[in-house]
């Protein structure tokens, strides 16, 4: 229990700390301290509290409610607090902050909120978690140390706030750990408004017009969720008679249907499922931290992981298979509109969406290997995908550019960026890393659920190959000597490295995953069986030493310059015109905009799950 | 045995002419002639041929291409000049743009006159560079794998 | 030891029998041409004679890619014939194709770039129904692993034609036969001088040749698998759907990418996702 209650409280002493402490080195060796400690705390939890069986822990003091109550009450303040700059024409958002904290604190103070006498528990979904948040948030977190620096010589027009910055990603810790480790649903509730609003001040950071447009436009989006939440408390004090997460779940499914698609909604909500994808596309205005927070290992985990918590429920239910549509439909159309984007961040947020979306569709599926599947996804996803957004982030720092055409040949500039980048990309995609192990295994989950759902997966998975794969070509491609551009990155480099060995271990690494995490939650999985592990042991192994051929030089080879119609000049990059003059020629990726065109794709999404939103809540009574 | 006498792959140019020669070359491939029977395939790239078929002379405007070309071809390689265009300049080559035959230009090992050769001839052509193909892998073995001492043409 | 030898065969001897398809088809298709046609030995010929000539490279690095594209294929290959898991054999040959792409970008060149992209495309447009095919047959026999559903007893045809029909549909793509030879094309067809292998030469390109033989025996063994039931019918429909493809390549001219996509999504749709709807409801009541 001390492990929990370190975990969830330490956090906040950085962050007062680095609010308090302006001057930069000073803020520089309190996040390295306060990170290893967390880092070091989550893994103590890790081999400590690991179990079949969830621990429970109960809180006699009735003083951490009336907390708890103040927290809401403060909370809802902050909300109106940063409401103060909207126009009126933006009325509903305070309305939505009001609606909800009034209706939750005027439930709490009255008494009709049922006390939960073991509010905080262990399981091994919540040390993976853990895990994950530690391991990979505080690896984000030493990253942003070094990138803020930069940041702001960049952006002299943005004011210095970084101390700011810092303290929000230390709150999204507290909030982060506050709902893996709660088990009451108003406190879950509690911390869920924390990260909206901690998301809020990392987007609104730039303090640009696009900034507060966008960071309002998530906090709408996010509060949306939160009535969502506060609704399925009032319904699950009044109906159902507790807000025990853990009884609500062994409640008959007919009774607790509604609180929980309630809560799955304000999961979806989080994890940016369509329709509200549009938060986390805006959120990229923000420092590149800052999506790498909310995109991997926070926030968006956040609502996928309160999705699978409810998957008991939802499996077997008409509306639990409503809820894996949604994440179907997003994953879908995530991996279509990613191919036609350019702008290497864009892309990336779209896959997030799109993986998440796989992630909710195991957890609407809901059978054991399903949830196997979700969670191996989930601890996939974050460290490929942190790694991805911190090395697209260093190479904007770096070239001034995060088009993906711009990265042509970066492996001849930046090798060793480059290299940190294709083992993100690859674990994104390829075979057997992390995503592809992940994939196969919702494939064997889903093919005796459903004929619909497999063919969902398949599709959107070689969506995902293509867009992963074009652009991948683009970096590797080799342009010849070029002058080396790695200068400055400093304690980066921590964050790259560490990040892209943990993709490749954990891939090697995921028989123990299974065996010791995921096996006592969801039993024995076919993916653990000898043969399978064998043979992506195999796989990985040639994945792993084949590449080292690289530096092996070959003998016996004839360089001659690449084909050109014999019109060749003497720079490769050159071919000589008809009028006799040399002229530079450029080879772009296919983006078929046609066939992947955003605007018509997002608007057929919206609709699409707009409807499924509908027929999820109308279905309940079935 | 050598396999470079059974499967000489063939690569096609067209310099200055009338293009008499170069249906010609097209023709062999047809069912009538069907030059497939001896493991010839016409490729689009000289990286994968052995056998560098010019019809028509070479101009100023042509010449690095086809420079270019060969340089890009990999050893052994046979040259052909098909045609008398490709030969000596034929009509062409008191012109004032015309360097004359193929010869001007990088090392022809096969000569075909003729206005417009006649695909038995072509074929006949090919099948003795195939001898010759034969004979340059032979040499380069003994030279122990470095390339003959004409290949080294350099813009 | 049974799969140990199925493996050790199949490295061993799926060169020697796709080279000798390979040689059948230049025949067959010279034929269809009424043309005479190369020895049946030919393709060998090819590649030992590509074996000595140059390796010639735009950059030190393209050629090695090549290596690992022939060591997964020979992983996947190993992987089906020991009766391994499909879902892991098709995601082992997803990976082979990627090095091949990779390989393609690497060299920075225009025209092996776009045959690197239209790969790609190809990819896209065929992978959906192989890894269908894969959930048809774990629908009927309740496994993926290929030792299992060679052993069902059941005739999986009957059950999955549609699935069937789609996987030959997409066999054209795979095997890069007309019109469906986008990104690189075999004998003397010839588009965007010769697409992804544009700059591959001599023995970098015979290790290419090699590797395609060694895809057609695996993409043949799969057709195999619907057929597994009885031995003898299998081997016979598989050599006719191969001459199938053959026929289709000889009748058609080469299609653009757009067609490709559409019409090998739709039958991926309505053939593989039709049959597998109607054997779940068949199946499941």
């Given at each position: 229990m001390s492990w929990i209650i370190f975990l969830i409280l330490f956090p906040l002493a950085p962050a007062v700390l680095l609010l308090l402490f302006r001057s930069v080195s000073v803020q520089k060796w309190i996040v390295l301290v306060a990170s290893a400690l967390i880092c070091v705390a989550a893994i103590g939890l890790a081999v400590t509290c690991t179990g079949a069986q969830p621990k429970y822990f109960s809180i006699t003091s009735s003083v951490v409610n009336k907390l708890v109550i103040a927290g809401d009450i403060i909370l809802a303040l902050a909300f109106l607090f940063v409401c103060r700059r909207l126009s009126l024409k933006w009325y509903w958002i305070p309305l939505l902050v009001i609606v909800q904290y009034g209706a939750v604190v005027f439930y709490d103070l009255s008494g009709r909120v049922p006390a939960v006498t073991q509010p905080l528990f262990v399981d091994n979904l919540s040390v993976i978690m853990a895990l994950i948040i530690g391991i990979v948030g505080c690896l984000i977190t030493v990253y942003t140390v070094g990138y803020m620096k930069h940041y702001h010589e960049e952006h002299p027009d943005v004011p210095d706030r970084r101390g700011s910055f810092l303290a929000a990603i230390f709150l999204f810790f507290f909030a982060m750990y506050g709902i893996i480790f709660s088990n009451s649903i108003t406190w879950i509730y509690f911390f869920w408004e924390i990260t909206t609003l901690c998301s809020f001040i990392m987007i609104s950071y730039p303090r640009t017009e696009e900034a507060w447009h966008n960071a309002f436009r998530a906090l709408w989006m996010l509060l949306l969720g939160g009535l969502a939440f506060s609704m399925a408390i009032l319904y699950a004090s009044d109906s159902c008679g507790t807000v025990d997460f853990r009884h609500l779940l062994q409640m008959n499914k007919s009774a607790v249907l509604l609180p929980i698609l309630l809560i799955c909604f304000a999961g979806m909500n989080k994890a940016a499922q369509f329709p509200f994808a549009k938060w986390l596309l805006g959120a990229m205005v923000a420092p590149t931290p800052s999506s790498a927070l909310l995109h991997s290992s926070t926030m968006v985990k956040a609502g996928v992981y309160i999705c699978l918590r409810c998957s008991p429920i939802l499996e077997n239910t008409a509306s639990g298979a409503v809820v894996a549509l949604i994440g179907g439909l997003s994953f879908l159309a995530g991996s279509a509109i990613a191919i036609s984007q350019r702008d290497g961040k864009k892309v990336l947020a779209y896959s997030t969406i799109g993986n998440l979306g796989l992630i909710i569709l195991c957890a609407g599926v809901g059978s054991h290997w399903a949830l196997w599947a979700a969670v191996l996804l989930i601890i996939f996803h974050a460290l490929a995908k942190a790694l991805m957004f911190l090395a697209v982030g260093t190479v904007e720092q770096q070239t001034g550019s995060r088009d993906i055409e711009d990265m042509h040949g970066l492996i001849s500039r930046m090798p060793l960026l480059t290299i940190t980048m294709l083992v993100g990309i690859a674990g994104m995609f390829l075979a057997p890393f992390g995503m592809l192990i992940s994939k196969w295994a919702v494939l064997e989950a889903m093919a005796i659920r459903s004929p619909i759902y497999p063919p969902i997966v398949i599709f959107g998975g070689s969506l995902m190959l293509f867009f992963w794969a074009k652009w991948m070509g683009k970096l590797i491609a080799v342009v010849g000597p070029a002058p080396q551009r790695e200068r400055g990155i400093g304690i980066e480099w921590t964050a790259l490295f560490g990040l892209a060995v943990l993709t490749v271990l954990t891939c090697a690494l995921y028989p123990f995953v299974g065996y010791y995490l995921i096996q006592p939650l969801y039993g024995q999985d076919p993916i653990l069986s000898q043969g399978s592990i064998c043979m992506v042991g195999i796989m990985l192994g040639l994945m792993v030493l084949l590449p080292l051929g690289f530096f092996i030089h070959w003998k016996n080879l004839v360089h001659v310059e690449p084909y050109l119609s014999g019109a060749n000049v003497s720079d490769p990059h050159q071919f000589m015109g008809s009028l006799g003059n040399a002229r530079q020629w450029s080879f772009r990726n296919y983006y078929m905009g046609k066939f992947f065109s955003e605007e018509k794709l997002f608007r057929g999404s919206l609709v699409g799950s707009i409807a499924l939103m509908v027929l999820m809540f109308v279905m309940e009574k079935l | 045995m050598a396999f470079i006498e059974k499967s000489p792959w063939i690569f096609h140019f067209d310099g200055s002419s009338c293009n008499g020669c170069d249906i010609e070359v097209l023709a062999c491939l047809t069912p009538m002639y069907d030059v497939e029977r001896f493991g010839v395939i016409n490729t689009g790239n000289p990286k994968h041929s052995d056998i560098f078929l010019i019809t028509g002379s070479i101009n100023n405007q042509n010449k690095p291409v086809v420079e270019a070309i060969y340089n890009q071809m990999g050893d052994p390689k046979v040259v052909i000049a098909i045609g008398t265009c490709a030969t000596s300049g034929h009509f062409f080559a008191e012109c004032y743009n015309i360097l004359g035959g193929v010869d001007t230009t990088i090392p022809v090992d096969v000569y075909i006159p003729g206005c417009a050769v006649r695909p038995e001839a072509i074929i006949d052509s090919v099948v003795q560079a195939m001898a010759i193909l034969g004979e340059k892998r032979k040499k380069r073995k003994t030279n122990g794998g470095a390339l003959p001492a004409e290949a080294g043409i350099k813009t | 030891m049974n799969a140990f030898f199925w493996i050790a065969g199949y490295i061993l001897l799926a060169p020697v029998l796709g080279g000798l398809i390979n040689g059948c088809d230049r025949i067959i298709t010279a034929r269809m041409q009424s043309r005479v046609g190369p020895p049946v030995l030919q393709p060998f010929y090819d590649v030992f004679k590509l074996m000595e000539k140059d390796n010639l490279t735009v950059n030190r690095f393209h050629g090695y890619y090549l290596f690992i594209f022939l060591a997964f294929m020979l992983v996947s290959g190993a992987m089906f014939f020991g009766g391994q898991d499909l879902l892991m054999v098709i995601f082992a040959f997803i990976v082979a194709d990627m090095f091949l792409v990779l390989g393609a970008y690497s060299t920075n060149s225009p025209y092996s770039s776009i045959g690197a992209e239209r790969e790609l495309l190809q990819m896209l447009a065929a992978e959906p129904m192989m890894l269908l095919s894969a959930v048809g047959f774990y629908m009927v026999?309740?496994?993926?692993?290929v030792s299992e559903i060679v052993a069902c007893d059941k005739s999986l045809i009957l059950y999955l034609p549609g699935v069937f029909a789609g996987f030959c549909y997409v066999l054209t793509i795979k095997l890069r036969k007309s019109p469906f030879d986008l990104s690189t094309s075999h004998h003397a067809h010839q588009e965007l001088?010769?697409?992804?292998?544009?700059e591959f030469a001599g023995p970098s390109l015979a290790l290419i040749e090699i590797e395609h033989w060694y895809e057609t025996i695996l993409l043949l063994g799969m057709i195999y698998l619907f057929f597994a039931f009885n031995p003898i019918v299998a081997v016979l429909v598989t050599l006719f759907i191969y001459f199938l493809e053959i026929l289709i390549d000889n009748a058609n001219a080469r299609v653009k990418w757009e067609l490709m996509l559409k019409s090998a999504w739709l039958a991926t749709i309505i053939l593989g996702g039709g049959n597998l709807l109607v054997l779940y409801f068949i199946l499941h009541g």
């Open positions: - | - | 026999t309740g496994s993926f692993h001088v010769k697409g992804i292998t544009t």
